[in-house]
T-cell receptor, first 109, second 113 residues
Framework: ELKVEQNPLFLSMQEGKNYTIYCNYS?????LYWYRQDPGKSLESLFV?????AVKQEGRLMASLDTKARLSTLHITAAVHDLSATYFC?????????FGTGTSLTVIP | GAVVSQHPSWVICKSGTSVKIECRSL??????MFWYRQFPKQSLMLMAT?????????EQGVEKDKFLINHASLTLSTLTVTSAHPEDSSFYIC?????????FGSGTRLTVV
């Protein structure tokens, strides 16, 4: 069974700071997704990464994928309060999703 | 495009009753639908995968007779929680795949009292 680990599980950071969330997975996969979830809400798609070396950026978030290391990162630049949420990575093999444990991010003014 | 409507958004039911949750793909044909359960502050756990016209494939530990999944058309899948108990209280999320990728529904908060 494919395992997906995220760290940290909890992250409290000050506004304006940078930080990186890591997503490690145990076997090869077809693609990797990053999602955001606000309390009581469903998932909001942030990025899909399809190949080794893929990098995507949207606003203050940037995601990258290293398939050889089986590692994806979600980098937060100059955090703002609106980014407070839980972030999940998900690895897809075949037609099956495997979600990471989630990272609960709190941005403190 | 690629919108999935999930209904109801929240439901409260009495212990022992059944609850049906609908998941509809509004602008695409969903060949495969997935049902997830999420407990507070935890990740999403896949319950079952269903292909249109076929029986659902359940993950290990998920009771088939308790969580009935029907995927009778390319745009609709339903999850029925039968004889619900308080421990079934959770956030249920569907996802649909139709060749474009994966789209998640808005989720259903089920509370069994």
């Amino acid at each position: 069974e494919l395992k997906v680990e995220q760290n940290p599980l909890f992250l409290s950071m000050q506004e304006g700071k940078n930080y990186t969330i890591y997503c490690n997975y145990s076997t090869t996969s077809d693609r990797l997704y990053w999602y955001r979830q606000d309390p009581g809400k469903s998932l909001e798609s942030l990025f899909v990464l399809l190949s080794n070396g893929a990098v995507k950026q949207e606003g203050r978030l940037m995601a990258s994928l290293d398939t050889k290391a089986r590692l994806s990162t979600l980098h937060i630049t100059a955090a703002v309060h609106d980014l407070s949420a839980t972030y999940f990575c998900a690895v897809v093999t075949g037609n099956q999703f495997y979600f990471g444990t989630g990272t609960s991010l709190t941005v403190i003014p | 495009g690629a919108v999935v409507s999930q209904h109801p958004s929240w439901v409260i039911c009495k212990s022992g009753t059944s609850v049906k949750i609908e998941c509809r793909s509004l602008d695409f044909q969903a060949t495969t639908m997935f049902w997830y359960r999420q407990f507070p502050k935890q990740s999403l756990m896949l319950m079952a995968t269903s292909n249109e016209g076929s029986k659902a494939t359940y993950e290990q530990g998920v009771e088939k007779d308790k969580f009935l999944i029907n995927h009778a058309s390319l745009t609709l899948s339903t999850l029925t929680v039968t004889s619900a108990h308080p421990e079934d209280s959770s956030f249920y999320i569907c996802s649909a795949s139709g060749g474009h990728g994966y789209t998640f529904g808005s989720g259903t908060r089920l509370t069994v009292v």
